[in-house]
């Protein structure tokens, strides 16, 4: 059961335009959303994260947006740059009453890759 | 340290060996996981340590594979009688056990299985 979906396998976006990165969730119990950022031969690494309590958070040319309603997240980044190229992977977890509950489920990943 | 470390980096073996694989989390982080990317896929979870709870095995893909965690340190994956298809990066990760905007799950390089 995947409860994390990324359902676009990969984007290509030209330099200085907007990334649009886009995921879903089944599980009405996460609470807690971030996304991770992998290039080849390294682990990921952290980029943003939000609570279910907001619905954008902001962080430079890094913006994610909840929709609670339509359980759907989604990552901008504005303006791409080539060294934008990664893959990008959402996660989901249950973080309440200052306890993390369970392991983060992540998706399947969005491979982006930004042309000059 | 100051990261999570994971050794081997790479692992070449046969078929049909055991191989163990190492994980060094960061230092106070309650938190464990193992996860693993085969070519071409997403990460895939294998197992949740959470301090002294019982661990989370639900993603072990079959019983030669296992993991331990002493404490809240050091943590061992082993698989026996490896088969080509445990090729894979093998990532852990760890955290604290609440996440937040300060606090979130940091990944080692991941260890890269191969069996021949």
């Known amino acids: 059961d995947q409860q994390v979906k990324q359902n676009s396998p990969s984007l290509s976006v030209q330099e200085g335009r907007i990334s649009i990165l886009n995921c879903d969730y089944t599980n009405s119990m996460f609470d807690y959303f971030l996304w991770y950022k992998k290039y080849p031969a390294e682990g990921p690494t952290f980029l943003i994260s939000i609570s279910s309590i907001k619905d954008k958070n902001e962080d430079g040319r890094f913006t994610v947006f909840l929709n609670k309603s339509a359980k759907h997240l989604s990552l901008h980044i504005v303006p791409s740059q080539p060294g934008d190229s990664a893959v990008y992977f959402c996660?989901?977890?249950?973080?309440?009453?200052?306890?993390?509950?369970?392991?983060?489920?992540f998706g399947q990943g969005t491979i982006l890759t930004v042309h000059p | 340290g100051a990261g999570v470390s994971q050794s081997p980096s790479n692992k070449v073996t046969e078929k049909g060996k055991d191989v163990e694989l190492r994980c060094d989390p960061i230092?106070?982080?309650?938190?464990l996981y193992w996860y693993r990317q085969r070519l071409g896929q997403g990460l895939e979870f294998l197992i949740y340590f959470q301090g002294n709870s019982a661990p989370d095995k639900s993603g072990l893909p079959s019983d030669r594979f296992s993991a331990e965690r002493t404490g809240e340190s050091v943590s061992t994956l082993t698989i026996q009688r490896t088969q080509q298809e445990d090729s894979a990066v093998y990532l852990c990760a760890s955290s604290f056990s609440v996440l937040s905007g300060a606090n979130v799950l940091t990944f080692g390089a991941g260890s890269r299985l191969t069996v021949l």
């Open positions: 230092s106070g982080h309650t938190a």
């Open positions: 996660a989901a977890i249950r973080n309440a009453g200052g306890t993390s509950y369970g392991k983060l489920t």
